[in-house]
């Protein structure tokens, strides 16, 4: 896998596109190491340094990890290839399976940080976090609360530095 640095913002469009789709989240906490779907961010400036936001439920065993690290990778694919493998990161929990034994899930290294990405991705971003907020039931708009929060367990949304950028340099990219 040949990857290559960008500037994150380099193809942002294709990654806006995709996330609400399906994209990697991996973690690192010692010799544990995790994947989960994510669908909900954006990606922009703030504090005039790149930033990924991710948002995660505190019942996923990776808000754990996140808690505790405060590190993660995102690996963004830029076609349906990877559709399966992002159902079966987002239908299952590390806690009860190590979803990198699947074998169509293909580990990667990260080139900064020391936590997994996900190979047959075209674009990866290695993320730190600086902050994040508690969404709560007083703050948040009745109809999206009712829709998407009937038992509570509000997202967490991580304000995460984008410390590194690359793609993988194939013929779509070049
Ligand atoms: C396409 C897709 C997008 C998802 N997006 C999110 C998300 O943004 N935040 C979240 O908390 N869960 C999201 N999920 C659900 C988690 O990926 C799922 O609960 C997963 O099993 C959590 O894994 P973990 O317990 O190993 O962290 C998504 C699932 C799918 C299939």
């Known amino acids: 896998m040949s990857l290559k640095k960008v500037e994150f913002n380099r193809y942002l469009k294709d990654a806006v596109e995709q996330l609400p789709k399906g994209a990697f989240l991996c973690t690192r906490d010692g010799d544990k190491e995790n994947v989960m779907a994510v669908g909900w961010g954006a990606f922009g400036s703030m504090w005039g340094r790149p930033m990924a936001i991710v948002t995660v439920r505190p019942s996923r065993y990776s808000f754990e990890m996140i808690e505790k690290t405060g590190e993660f990778t995102l690996s963004i ?4 290839s990877q559709k399966d493998n992002i159902n079966f990161c987002g239908s299952y929990s590390g806690r009860e399976k190590n979803k990198f034994e699947e074998k169509s899930i293909i580990k990667g290294q990260g080139q900064t940080l020391d936590i997994p ?3 047959n991705c075209q674009l990866f971003y290695e993320c730190r976090v600086i902050t994040k907020q508690a ?3 007083e703050m948040l708009n009745q109809n999206i ?5 009937p038992h509570g367990n509000y997202h967490m949304v991580y304000y995460a530095e984008i410390i590194d ?3 993988l340099e194939d013929d779509y990219l070049k």
Do not use: T
């Not at 609360?145 to 929060?149: A, D, G, L, T, V």
């Open 165 to 167: 950028s690359y793609v």
């Open 117 to 119: 990405i996900i190979e």
């Open 135 to 137: 969404l709560s039931e």
């Open 77 to 80: 694919p830029f076609n349906q």
């Open 145 to 149: 609360r009712e829709m998407y929060y």
